[in-house]
């Protein structure tokens, strides 16, 4: 994949997340690796929404959280990207947003239950962060966020939202959409009276390791940008 394909990518991926309604205003990014270089990284930038996402004004940072191009502002939670692409190389790419279902479950503290089928990708875990409430501007702070998440592919930040990854876009895209399906999933039935008997290990394993797969990120992706542009020529 070339820098413009990345770009153009990182783009297709804002007007996913927004459609989707993972906006927040204008909080929330979202990143990915440059190609060829895993010390560079290409952002949203600071003050615009996830549908704004232009090749002009996205920002490229450094591992330290430092901008080093780009027209638009670096955002000040770029330390959430910085600091686990530091320990992490085997993701590329990186997104934090502000979803309901999802800062609703962190609130209440509980565990994701494996009660449906988004929820089975996060059977292998999906720790939290506890540290704070605040946005993530210091490279401590990330540091945290990084630490918390572990080996993972997400992280619930409590009373705040989710970072969530993957080793592409597509992946970080379809799990942090996944993630806010099984969230919302988890609390409605919850208040609907409480989670009934739940499927055997062995089954949500299976289901885990089907929906997981890289191909299943890719139709999907590919699916909800072909749905994103028709939406914009309506």
């Known amino acids: 994949m070339t820098s413009d394909e990345a770009k153009q990518k990182l783009i297709d991926s804002g007007l996913i997340l927004e459609l989707e309604g993972q906006g ?13 270089d895993p010390s560079l990284f290409y952002m949203k930038p600071h003050s615009y929404g996830f549908d704004e996402i232009t090749m002009d004004n996205l920002v490229t940072c450094n591992l330290e959280g430092e901008k080093v191009a780009g027209g638009g502002r670096r955002h000040s939670e770029v330390f959430i990207h910085s600091e686990i692409y530091k320990v992490r190389p085997d993701v590329h790419s990186i997104i934090h947003t502000h979803p309901d279902h999802a800062v609703a ?3 209440t503290g509980k565990k994701m239950r494996p009660i449906s089928q988004p929820a089975a990708a996060f059977s292998d875990g999906l720790p939290y962060y506890t540290g704070t409430i605040e946005l993530i501007r210091t490279r401590e702070m990330g ?4 630490k918390a998440l572990g080996p993972h592919k997400a992280v619930l930040m409590r009373n705040h939202g ?16 996944m993630l806010e399906n099984a969230a919302r999933i988890q609390l409605l039935a919850e208040a609907a009276g409480g989670i009934g008997e739940e499927f055997s290990g062995n089954y949500v394993q299976a289901l885990h390791d089907a929906i997981v797969k890289p191909e299943q990120y890719t139709v999907n992706f590919d699916y909800l940008r072909r749905k994103a542009l028709r939406s914009l020529k309506n």
């Open 162 to 177: 989710v970072a969530v990854v993957g080793a592409t876009l597509e992946e970080s895209v379809i799990l942090a959409i």
């Open 24 to 36: 927040d205003l204008t909080r929330g990014h979202v990143s990915v690796r440059v190609p060829g």
């Open 143 to 146: 540091s945290g966020v990084a």
């Open 105 to 107: 479950l962190s609130a």
